[in-house]
């Protein structure tokens, strides 16, 4: 789905082949010591990234900000297909209804 404003794995997906073709293209001696510094750049583009789109959900710009709810459900949707797979989403639901109230943010 496409999130405005948001960004997303497609970006990394897609820098990243220009990436490795510049890396295949160092001479032997170099692209040894480039290994270290490739996965370093990729590590810290992708954590950036996740670190942008967490920083995102939690702020007070993101159009469901001012839906009350768990911060971890504000994140991400993990939670809640966690507790699908264990067939206790109803009484999960109503737990957070019951503390939160009528309208309750339980996705990202």
């Not at 270290?36 to 939690?58: P, T």
């Amino acid at each position: 789905m496409y999130r405005r404003y948001e960004p997303s794995w497609q970006y990394f997906a897609l820098s990243f082949p220009a990436a490795l073709w510049s890396w295949r293209r160092l001479p032997p001696v170099a692209a040894a010591a480039a290994d270290v510094s490739v996965v370093s750049a990729a590590s810290v583009a992708l954590a950036s990234m996740f670190a942008s789109m967490i920083a995102y959900r939690i702020s007070p710009w993101h159009p469901l900000a001012r839906y009350p709810g768990p911060i971890l459900h504000k994140i991400s949707k993990i939670r809640v297909a966690i507790s699908y797979l264990g067939g206790e989403d109803y009484k999960s639901r109503k737990a957070l209804h019951d503390q939160y109230g009528p309208v309750v943010r339980v996705g990202a």
